[in-house]
């Protein structure tokens, strides 16, 4: 057997496409155009790469794009006073601080100071106190992009076995609740799981969110099973992912590849997420008017 892959680039695609045209349609209806602002500490290239590539994908779909560059050298209060800025700044949707900051800047804290409802990377403790409880709100991208890969396979979630490895609050943790949601039966694994192998073994979902190359093989993954790749790992062999792929490839029903997989969806729910936040913005202006 061998598995199918999933495109994450061809459906990220659709997703983008998709997301145009709703803001077309938002705006035809007299909403106002969203915004998105990204705020990037420093010159840090992967990071300026993604930015970039944040910027050019709002402009394709129709949102405004603000970017904002401070030099490595930025004090902490001035990225806060920024932050505080563009909360009030009604043209702005969404505010994206970059991630990683550098070291002499606190991003875990900055994140806090983002408004809950302008959080499109969700987060904020209020964004994932709303995951937490199943309340609307804005989610992370990168789990809500395994979540669309899902749904667009058609993998049935409820009442699967889901193992989730790696506990992070960027991925694993959230991706866990969005399980749950979906009723799925979900195991977090991380470092202190006892027998990996065997907890792995048991899933017919397994979401690899660990960060080291390669370290589940394809004798830990029962035949059949979905397997989700969210690991990018700059090695000597280019970018691997979390799980050995040509030994799953072989084991797993579904896999996604790395690159090419989970990675193009974060930016595509990013804008989801943009439209979504001058929607909820819009409908709370209009309800306090």
């Known amino acids: ?15 983008r496409a998709e997301v145009a045209e709703q803001v077309s349609a938002w705006m035809a209806d007299g909403g106002p155009r969203p915004g998105l602002a990204t705020v990037l500490v420093g010159d840090d290239p992967a990071s ?9 994908a709002c402009q394709e779909a129709g949102i405004e ?29 969404g505010i994206l601080l970059q991630l990683p900051t550098p070291r002499h800047i606190d991003g875990s804290a900055l994140t806090t100071s983002i408004r809950p409802d302008k959080d499109v990377d969700g987060l904020t403790p209020a964004s994932a106190g709303l995951l937490a409880k ?10 809500a992009g395994v979540m669309e890969l899902l749904r667009r396979h058609d993998v049935e979630l409820s009442g699967a076995e889901a193992v989730v ?4 609050e960027l991925v694993g943790r959230p991706l866990a609740a969005l399980l749950l949601q979906q009723d799925a039966t979900v195991t977090v694994c991380h470092s202190r799981t006892r027998d990996l192998p065997e907890v792995v073994g048991r899933a017919d979902v397994v979401i690899a969110a ?13 035949p059949g099973a979905t397997v989700i790749d969210v690991g990018i790992n700059r090695t000597e062999d280019g970018l691997v992912g979390d799980v050995e792929f040509d030994s ?11 690159p090419g997989g989970v990675g193009p969806m974060t930016i595509a729910m ?14 709370a202006t209009a309800q306090h008017a």
């Open 48 to 56: 300026a790469v993604y930015v970039g590539g944040k910027q050019k």
């Open 65 to 93: 794009g603000f970017d904002h560059r401070l030099p490595a050298d930025a004090e902490q209060e001035q990225v806060e006073q920024l932050l505080l800025e563009l909360n009030s700044d009604e043209r702005v949707s």
């Open 134 to 143: 199943g309340a609307a709100g804005l989610r992370p991208c990168t789990p």
């Open 210 to 222: 660990v960060g080291r190359p390669r370290m589940v093989p394809g004798s830990w993954i029962k």
């Open 248 to 258: 799953v490839k072989e084991r797993a029903g579904l896999l996604t590849p790395v």
């Open 270 to 283: 990013l804008l989801g997420n943009t439209l979504a936040a001058a929607r909820m913005q819009h409908a």
């Open 165 to 168: 490895i790696g506990r992070s």
């Open 1 to 15: 057997m061998s598995a199918r892959l999933i495109d994450g680039a061809a459906i990220a695609k659709q997703v």
